[in-house]
T-cell receptor, first 114, second 109 residues
Framework: SAVISQKPSRDICQRGTSLTIQCQVD?????MFWYRQQPGQSLTLIAT?????????ESGFVIDKFPISRPNLTFSTLTVSNMSPEDSSIYLC???????????FGPGTRLTVL | QKEVEQNSGPLSVPEGAIASLNCTYSDRGSQSFFWYRQYSGKSPELIMSIYSNGDKEDGRFTAQLNKASQYVSLLIRDSQPSDSATYLC?????????FGKGTMLLVSP
């Protein structure tokens, strides 16, 4: 598996502000992923972050709203920009480990936007 | 549009019974299939992965895959109250996971 940490674990933010979420992994990984889980819903992939290249965003998610950095093989950040109450969700990072495409998740960041 | 379908539940079973969770998927090109368990307020935790047709057993858990029917299931034997959680089915076609909405399992003592 993998040891993954996220900061902050939770935050309450005001409308119009931005929040940067950090994801740290205990060893080097090629692919990191960012998901959103809205209340009562399943996980939706926001983007895939590979080191040394631009993040690949899924349909409905854009870089201006969710800029991602991947400065090295153990770290990534997701910024939620110009937040509105609709951005209130749990944001999760995950990594692929092992010989197969198995993903392991961090503990998540619970975001509430007022 | 890749889709993964699960009954939302809740599925209620008594302690000691077998819980059967089902999942269907739309993309015939899918290669990898996963079951995650998610306790309330927690992140998903991997339970099982399966890649080929048939059964795969790990302790009290058995995953079953039928690619012809585009169907994957998870059986939990000797269900315990601690198994009460939401179970997410996830399917991987080409490096991205598509999740179902999850089935809530309630195991009563």
């Amino acid at each position: 598996s993998a040891v993954i940490s996220q900061k902050p674990s939770r935050d309450i933010c005001q409308r119009g502000t931005s929040l940067t979420i950090q994801c740290q992994v205990d060893s080097q990984v090629t692919m990191m992923f960012w998901y959103r889980q809205q209340p009562g819903q399943s996980l939706t992939l926001i983007a895939t972050a590979n080191q040394g290249s631009e993040a690949t965003y899924e349909s409905g998610f854009v870089i201006d709203k969710f800029p991602i950095s991947r400065p090295n093989l153990t770290f990534s950040t997701l910024t939620v920009s110009n937040m509105s109450p609709e951005d209130s969700s749990i944001y999760l990072c995950s990594v692929e480990r092992g010989e197969t495409d198995t993903q392991y998740f961090g503990p998540g960041t619970r975001l509430t936007v007022l | 549009q890749k889709e993964v379908e699960q009954n939302s539940g809740p599925l209620s079973v008594p302690e000691g019974a077998i819980a059967s969770l089902n999942c269907t998927y739309s993309d015939r090109g899918s290669q990898s299939f996963f079951w995650y368990r998610q306790y309330s307020g927690k992140s998903p935790e991997l339970i099982m992965s399966i890649y080929s047709n048939g059964d795969k057993e790990d302790g009290r858990f058995t995953a079953q895959l039928n690619k012809a029917s585009q169907y994957v299931s998870l059986l939990i034997r000797d269900s315990q109250p601690s198994d009460s959680a939401t179970y997410l089915c996830a399917v991987n076609g080409y490096s991205t996971l598509t999740f179902g909405k999850g089935t809530m399992l309630l195991v009563s003592p």
